[in-house]
C-alpha cells in the first residue's frame, strides 16, 4: 500500500546538522569561535536525546551562533554535498513505487532546500522553520512555525497526512522529536536513523532501528 513517508532532514537525509554546519562554518575564522562552535555541538545534543527543550535549544544556538545572510548563503550551497549517502536512490526508489515522500524538519528552510531539491523534494514537500533577519543579520526564527516548539513535528505530520490523504504516515528520523511525531499519534508507525548518529534513547525506543541505508530499505521496502 501507497504510504506517506516523512523524514527528518538533519542526520537523516543529510549526514550533518545543518545550523551547526552553517555555524561551524561562519566561527571558523572568529577567534572565540572553536569555543563558541562546542557550545552549540552540546546544546544540539542535550535538544536531539531530549534533554532540553527544542525552542530553548533553538534560542540559545541563535544566539551564540550570530549568522549573517552572506554565511547562511554559503552555508546552504555547501550543504548541497552532504547529503546522506545512498539516500538519494532510496527516495527515487520509494516514490516509483508511488509513495509520497516528505522531508520535515526543525532545520531552516533558507539552509536546507537546495539539497532538499536535489534529493527531489519540491518546496511543497518540505516542511522547516524559517530565520528572521534585521538587514543582513539573523536576529531569530518564526516562531508561529510549529516546528519551532517541542511536539511541532507530530502536528505537521498529522497535517500533512491529512493533506495527502494516505491512511499511513511512516516518520523516519533520528531524534527525540521525530519519535515523538509517532508516540504522539500523528506517524502510524516509526524508523530510528542511526546511519549518521545514534541517539541512544531513540534507539531504546524505536519500534524499528535501521543501522544503515540499506536497513531503511529493506524496512521500507521490503
Ligand atoms: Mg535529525
Keep these: 500500500m501507497s504510504r506517506l513517508?516523512?523524514?527528518?532532514?538533519?542526520?537523516?537525509?543529510?549526514?550533518?546538522?545543518?545550523?551547526?554546519?552553517?555555524?561551524?562554518?561562519?566561527?571558523?575564522?572568529?577567534?572565540?569561535?572553536?569555543?563558541?562552535a562546542a557550545k552549540l555541538k552540546?546544546?544540539?545534543?542535550?535538544?536531539?536525546?531530549?534533554?532540553l527543550e527544542f525552542r530553548a535549544s533553538l534560542e540559545q544556538r541563535l544566539a551564540i551562533a550570530g549568522l549573517t545572510r552572506r554565511a547562511v548563503d554559503e552555508a546552504c550551497e555547501a550543504l548541497r554535498a552532504h547529503a546522506t549517502e545512498g539516500m538519494a536512490d532510496l527516495l527515487e526508489a520509494l516514490r516509483a513505487k508511488g509513495h509520497d515522500v516528505a522531508a520535515v524538519s526543525g532545520g531552516f528552510v533558507e539552509l536546507i532546500s537546495p539539497a532538499l531539491a536535489d534529493l527531489g523534494f519540491s518546496s511543497g514537500d518540505i516542511r522547516a522553520n524559517r530565520f528572521v533577519f534585521d538587514g543582513e543579520a539573523v536576529?531569530?526564527?518564526?516562531?508561529?512555525?510549529?516546528?519551532?516548539?517541542?511536539?511541532?513535528?507530530?502536528?505537521?505530520?498529522?497535517?500533512?497526512?491529512a493533506l495527502t490523504g494516505r491512511p499511513l504516515a511512516v516518520m523516519v528520523g533520528d531524534g527525540m522529536t521525530d519519535y515523538e511525531a509517532f508516540a504522539s499519534g500523528a506517524a502510524d508507525s516509526f524508523i530510528g536513523f542511526g546511519a549518521v548518529t545514534v541517539r541512544a534513547p531513540v534507539r531504546e525506543k524505536a519500534p524499528a532501528f535501521a543501522e544503515t541505508v540499506e536497513d531503511l530499505r529493506k524496512l521500507l521496502l521490503g
Design 139 to 161: 536576529t531569530g526564527f518564526d516562531r508561529n512555525n510549529p516546528l519551532s516548539r517541542s511536539g511541532g513535528k507530530g502536528q505537521v505530520v498529522a497535517a500533512l497526512k
Design 5 to 36: 513517508i516523512v523524514f527528518d532532514v538533519d542526520s537523516t537525509l543529510l549526514a550533518v546538522e545543518s545550523l551547526d554546519f552553517a555555524v561551524d562554518r561562519a566561527l571558523r575564522d572568529a577567534g572565540d569561535g572553536p569555543q563558541r
Design 42 to 51: 552540546a546544546l544540539t545534543d542535550l535538544g536531539m536525546a531530549g534533554s
